[in-house]
């Protein structure tokens, strides 16, 4: 199994363009080597087939960056077959619209998200009249979706019921948010994709044993990470996201055997400077930050 992490940022990038705080302003002033993009993914388990995992703002850029995912030469056959949206977020959705001049294209999501892009922001019938577009809802709890003609198994796992701002008077029924379990069928290689914890489910412990390499929500380091810098805004808990680091974070409840690394960094995150106390202090609790562009062979 290739992954390739096209972008590991949360909302905004970083820095963000509307954002002088100290990490915006660092990266600002080292250049774009600093610079991150809107969290997102891509999977592949065969030569020519490979599946993006939510789809940012940023896409064009990404999948300009990874010459794997550029179509052959002389041709509009784009490798891309489909797309995994984690939730309906527009951080994760509003890439859609760069894939709107491709081939046919599968989009996997949760029914509650699908339901929101339907009504709420109707971008399905924004991407009606552009091509062949294909929905589907995800299995769920315990089901599993077989891509690349059975050569990728994917199973999702619920973690919570946090809808966009735009879909906030939504009665739809949960999940809103999931994670995905990616396994390659013929050699078992296991991947966890869970870019946003608002809880820790009970089952992730297990799932977390068995993969071969997780992604997990970095949003925040610690839980008043944007009061610090911004007073009076939320914690990062009524955010929607763990904090990595504390008694309560993430961070203490990983075991060793699987490599772990944080996606989806706030703008504020400390973790986003390699010599920052917060990067040591990962390094010694034996996880990594995942870096745009980075590729992790399963």
Not at 226 to 237: D, E, F, K, L, Y
Request: aromatic share 6%.
């Amino acid at each position: 199994m290739r992954v390739r992490v096209l972008g590991t940022a949360a909302g905004g990038g970083l820095p963000q363009w509307n954002c002088g705080c100290g990490p915006c302003e660092r990266a600002r002033a080292t250049g774009p080597g600093a610079w991150r993009s809107q969290e997102a993914l891509a999977v592949s388990v065969s030569d020519d087939a490979w599946y993006l995992v939510n789809a940012s703002p940023d896409t064009r850029g990404q999948l300009l960056a990874v010459p794997d995912l550029a179509p052959p030469a002389g041709t509009r056959r784009t490798p891309v077959r489909g797309v995994l949206l984690t939730d309906g977020e527009l951080d994760h959705t509003v890439g859609l619209f760069a894939l709107r001049e491709g081939a046919a294209l599968d989009i996997h999501a949760p029914q509650a998200v699908l339901a929101a892009l339907t009504d709420a922001f109707p971008l399905r019938g924004l991407l009606a009249p552009y091509g062949t577009v294909r929905w589907h809802p995800v299995p769920s709890a315990g089901g599993e979706l077989l891509l690349d003609e059975g050569r990728l198994a994917v199973s999702a796992v619920p973690i919570s019921d946090k809808r966009p701002r735009y879909a906030e008077q939504s009665t739809a029924a949960g999940p809103w948010v999931v994670g995905y379990r990616l396994r390659e069928t013929a050699t078992g290689a296991t991947l966890l994709y869970v870019p946003s914890l608002a809880r820790w489910p009970d089952e992730l412990d297990a799932l977390l044993d068995e993969a071969h390499c997780a992604l997990l929500d970095g949003t925040f380091w610690t839980e008043d990470e944007m009061a610090a810098i911004h007073p009076g805004s939320r914690t990062a808990t009524a955010m929607g996201h763990l904090p990595i680091s504390g008694p309560g974070g993430t961070l203490a409840r990983l075991r060793p055997g699987t490599r772990v690394l944080y996606t989806h960094l706030n703008n504020t995150n400390p973790l986003s400077d390699p010599d920052s106390p917060a990067r040591a202090a990962l390094a010694a609790g034996g996880a990594e930050v995942a870096e745009d562009g980075q590729e992790i062979v399963i």
